[in-house]
């Protein structure tokens, strides 16, 4: 079974700095999808980050990039010029891109979460 | 607007007593799954379901039933709560083509307190 985890529970940083938050997963497999959400506190779930596996160049998503190694098992987020809206929980997550009986396995996996502060 | 449905967003019940917490997406998603949200563990998933007719467990379904009668909706059922099912639920759905990357959309969540 694959697990993901972020060992950062909490992390803060000052506004227009940049901050980078953890994540590491386990899997046997070789196929699969990576993705960072972000949790504000309305509890809506947005995703932030998309990664795939087969493709060794980072994922950029405006003030948003990973850092993908693969054979470390690692993706980390960095966002750099942080704004106080980014404050949030952040979720790392891994999902298969195995395709069994004709359909894709759809399972999300998530990590524990890592809450970010942002300081003005 | 596409989009997925929860109801309630809040909910108290007392242990024993027999809810439903709604699903419905206009998407016409045919992969639709659960999660339930608790400090320190992140979301794990307790069903899914890859079409109508077609549901099976995911990492913690002890203690939740689900159904697919209809495409648009997956409701979650718990039969007999217990304190231990007090979290954050969250549904989501994905189009489901094989071997595209797809994302998976989320509902606004429903908080459960049970005592």
């Known amino acids: 079974a694959q697990t993901v985890t972020q060992s950062q529970p909490e992390m803060s940083v000052q506004e227009a700095e940049t901050v980078t938050l953890s994540c590491t997963y386990d899997?046997?497999?070789?196929?699969?999808?990576l993705f960072w959400y972000k949790q504000p506190p309305s509890r809506q779930m947005i995703l932030v980050i998309r990664?795939?596996?087969?493709?060794?160049q980072n994922a950029t998503e405006n003030r948003f990039s990973v850092n993908f190694q693969k054979a470390a098992k690692s993706f980390s987020l960095k966002i750099s010029d942080s704004q106080l809206g980014d404050a949030a929980m952040y979720f790392c997550?891994?999902?298969?891109?195995?395709?069994?009986?004709?359909?894709?396995?759809?399972?999300?996996?998530f990590g524990q979460g890592t809450i970010l502060t942002v300081h003005p | 607007e596409a989009q997925v449905t929860q109801n309630p967003r809040y909910l108290i019940t007392v242990t024993g007593k027999k809810l439903t917490v709604t699903c419905s997406q206009n998407?016409?998603?045919?992969?639709m799954s659960w999660y339930r949200q608790d400090p320190g563990l992140g979301l794990r998933q307790i069903y899914y379901?890859?079409?109508?007719?077609?549901?099976d467990k995911g990492d913690v379904p002890e203690g939740y039933k689900v159904s697919r009668k209809e495409k648009r909706n997956f409701p979650l059922i718990l039969e007999s709560p217990s304190p231990n099912q007090t979290s954050l639920y969250f549904c989501?759905?994905?189009?489901?083509?094989?071997?595209?990357?797809?994302?998976?959309?989320f509902g606004q969540g429903t908080r459960l307190t049970v005592v």
């Open positions: 989501a759905s994905r189009e489901t083509l094989q071997g595209a990357y797809t994302e998976a959309f």
């Open positions: 899997t046997s497999e070789s196929d699969y999808y």
């Open positions: 990664q795939e596996a087969y493709k060794q």
């Open positions: 997550a891994y999902r298969s891109a195995i395709v069994r009986g004709g359909t894709s396995y759809g399972k999300l996996t």
């Open positions: 998407m016409n998603h045919e992969y």
């Open positions: 379901s890859m079409n109508v007719e077609v549901t």
